[in-house]
């Protein structure tokens, strides 16, 4: 049995987009049932590189067919859509749900920046911008389109953004790399702040007040002055 014909029964019946980690896992949990065949324990260790191989071949054999569906890979999970060309009768069938409210300008704006430029510090967004983010970043934060993704290494570790999951859900994209270029937005100059001072290389961050003690420890110690002579 070919891997592409598996792979699109998988696809039909999932109730939601599956990765090739996740499709790798179900061939896997597969070949562990106790009366498993041949061909099922066969299929165990399938890589994702085959995987992705077989997924492609059936998107450009559905896009070749000009089927009323096809194949698409949306943020590195695959699922079956129908094309555009049928919604009006999609909606008739199933109706329509209820969809958040478009991003604002701004909002677009700070996404695209971090989209660019991830990850990124609120003050370096705020560079670019030239204005406050605060209430534009708590909206991509409760939309789920940015996520901190951990600390910058400069003074006050502030929290660094990136884009998520669901940012390229949104776009419909497959891959960061897959966002039109902006080289002009890529040039811009963000001023860095400087590194944190440490005791040592390699070790955590000293606090000011321990660096000038170690400072002072290491001074070598000036001679006493002699006494003076009695007159």
Partial sequence: MELKF?????????????????????????????DADATVKGLKKTKDADIIAALEEIANEHEAAARSYRLVCV??????????????????????????????????????????????????IEQIRGVSVDGTMQTLLERGLVEQSGRAEVIGRPALYTTTTAFLEYLGLKRLEDLPAADE??????EKP?????????????????????EANEKPAEAAPAEETAQ
């Fill in 6 to 34: 598996i792979l699109e029964s998988l696809l039909f019946s999932a109730q939601k987009p599956l990765s090739p980690p996740e499709l790798r896992d179900i061939f896997a949990n597969a070949a562990a049932v106790e």
């Fill in 75 to 124: 943020a590195g999970s695959w699922q079956f859509v129908t094309q555009p060309e049928f919604a009006p009768w999609l909606k008739a069938l199933v109706g329509v749900k209820a969809r958040p409210s478009r991003l604002s300008q701004p909002a677009l704006e700070t996404l695209a920046i971090i989209a660019y430029r991830q990850p990124m510090t609120r003050a370096e």
């Fill in 185 to 190: 937005l890529r040039r811009i100059p963000i």
């Fill in 194 to 214: 400087e590194a944190p001072l440490t005791a040592d290389p390699g070790l955590a961050t000293a606090a000011p007040a321990e660096l000038k003690l170690e």
